[in-house]
């Protein structure tokens, strides 16, 4: 009975230091110190059919009026992958309407319109050079938690806030750890 406890102990320690997080869904976090929007998961559906090729997109768009303040950056670091399809352009934009509102979305155009399914790993774009109403409407983000909405495409899904961990985090983490792992040897050292 013991030792099962002590397994679940360790076991526990263990998830919690590395702090997995399963890609069952994409997500998005925002680094506000650093300027960085980051995108992470994998989702499987249908992009939009346009003209044989396929396109998708999500975010949050409440413009009134016209777009003003146009940012578009399609560089970026760590990899995005369609499993049937190749992605050929990545892009991260955000803009601002005339009379209010934001608009801040992610797209992908692949080279066809099948089903697939979308990996991202790391998907990192340095906004830093954006004009600073979109940097303020894109570092919002990250209070507001909004989720970007699946535009056009099926299946997908919505990309959803997660909080980058704090690292006060970590350290709980790696103390709780070493707490599990100090209880499990004492324990193991009784038995002897």
Not at 59 to 69: E, K, L, R, W
Not at 147 to 162: A, E, Q, R, W
Request: proline share 3%; with cysteine; aromatic share 10%.
């Amino acid at each position: 009975m013991k030792s099962s406890g002590i397994r679940f102990a360790m076991l526990f320690a263990l998830s919690a230091i590395c702090g997995t997080q399963a890609n069952a869904a994409l997500n998005y976090s925002v680094d506000t110190t650093n300027k960085l929007f980051i995108l992470d998961g994998s989702a499987t559906g249908t992009p939009f059919d346009l003209a044989g090729t396929g396109a998708l997109a999500w975010g949050v768009d409440d413009i009134v009026g016209s777009d003003i303040d146009i940012d578009f950056q399609s560089s970026f670091t760590g990899t995005a992958d369609s499993s049937s399809s190749t992605i050929t352009t990545v892009g991260f934009r955000a803009e601002q309407g005339l009379a209010s509102g934001r608009s801040i979305a992610f797209s992908l155009a692949l080279d066809n319109a099948s089903s697939t399914t979308i990996t991202l790993s790391n998907v990192t774009f340095d906004y830093s050079g954006f004009n600073a109403t979109n940097i303020a409407s894109i570092d919002a983000l990250a209070s507001s938690q909004e989720t970007l909405l699946l535009m056009p495409g099926t299946g997908f899904g919505n990309i959803t806030y997660s909080p980058i961990p704090e690292p006060a985090y970590y350290a709980s983490a790696f103390a709780l750890g070493l707490l599990a792992l100090a209880h499990a040897r004492r324990v193991i050292n009784k038995k002897r």
